[in-house]
């Protein structure tokens, strides 16, 4: 005799019987071990990710970089300033060092007040002060505070005059 077919629950009972196998824990360990291994690798590409990032921005801003724009300030300052009862002269020629263009036009369209400032500073110093490396660097760095705050009153950005030299320097 044929055997009667069998109905949805003993199918469902007969699955139940067969056993997974530990599936369901295998399952689980693959799934931890791929979400550890995902997660180290996209902390290793944005660790360095990252780098070449930084790297590439700042190879970038070396390459954009404007050339430098220099202006002499001429004639040569001279000032006079007594040491220990004697007269004594310095002389020196400044040059001022900016990458913007506005800001080269506004140093020389400011010429004659940035060259007022300047004496007076330079004419306040003492000989022992400005003889001295020291003296030299605080005066230079004094001077070229000076030429930024006549080229921000004018409208241009400050910290756009990069640098100032003393291209000359003589005592007498």
Known sequence: MAQPAATNEQIEEGAEAVPEKGGKKRLIVWL????VLAGGGFAAFK??????????KEVATKHEQLPAR???LDPPFVVNFEAESTVRFLQ???GIM???EKVEHLIKDNDP???NDLL???GGQNYETVSKLEGKEELRKRCLESVRAVVLDSGGEAAKV???YFTSFVMQ
């Open 32 to 35: 931890v071990l791929l979400l």
């Open 47 to 56: 660790l360095l990710g990252g780098k070449a990032d930084a790297k590439k």
């Open 70 to 72: 220099y202006v002499t």
């Open 92 to 94: 020196i020629t400044i």
């Open 98 to 100: 900016t990458r913007d």
């Open 113 to 115: 007040r940035i060259r």
């Open 120 to 122: 007076l500073i330079l």
């Open 162 to 164: 990069e640098a100032l």
